[in-house]
DNA sequence: TGTTCGATGTCCT
DNA sequence: GGACATCGAACAC
């Protein structure tokens, strides 16, 4: 199995152009218990200084924004309640933007995931969610700050998206007039996006 | 040092 | 459709 990193440049781009160019792309993390990898089907993006609902909104600068503040194509974690999200580090130095992964669709180390997620009784519940599918590829804070195009965690070219949607993103209702924005992307009828 | 609150998931009705 | 578990970060003292 061989896999074309996206090279760094890739994510030289508008926050929103690189929230939809991200979707059909394989997120890939290679762990010692083995491969896991899926699609990125569904995506979300936060645009910094001016958007209320992201974390950097007003520049806010603080150790858990600060990797927002650099280099492009870097990996933003946090936890929210008992969960870990992760977003990929756009806008570049000194814009804290990001895109949100919010789902995949399993690929490779599918028994591996469903041995994480021993929840999941579907192979539609173990990457349909922010906080599901960085359980199933074992994603943590400890991934903060690494960058997307080396291994063991990175993103690679995948498969053909042939129509993509959009619409207003989940669960920021406390955003003011942002909650609005259409910024969510997702493919079109994919099973396995987060709702 | 204490309090508050989520870019969520799961279980229950 | 609603309750709640449970953690770290941010911020107020």
Known sequence: MTHTILPRAFYDQSTLDLAKALLGKLL???TSEGICSGYIVETEAYRGPDDQAAHSYNNL????TEVMFGENGHCYAHVMHTHC???VVSGGVDRPEGVLIRALEPV???DL???RR????REKDLTSGPGK???ALNITKADYGKSFFQPPLYIAEGKEVSQISMG???GIDNSGEAKDYPWRFWETGNPYVSR
């Open 61 to 64: 600068r603080t150790k858990r």
């Open 168 to 170: 207003p993103r989940i």
């Open 133 to 135: 599918l960085t359980k």
């Open 85 to 87: 999200l992760i977003n």
């Open 108 to 110: 490779d180390g599918i």
């Open 113 to 115: 995931m469903y041995k």
């Open 118 to 121: 021993e929840k999941a009784k």
């Open 28 to 30: 890939v993390h290679e």
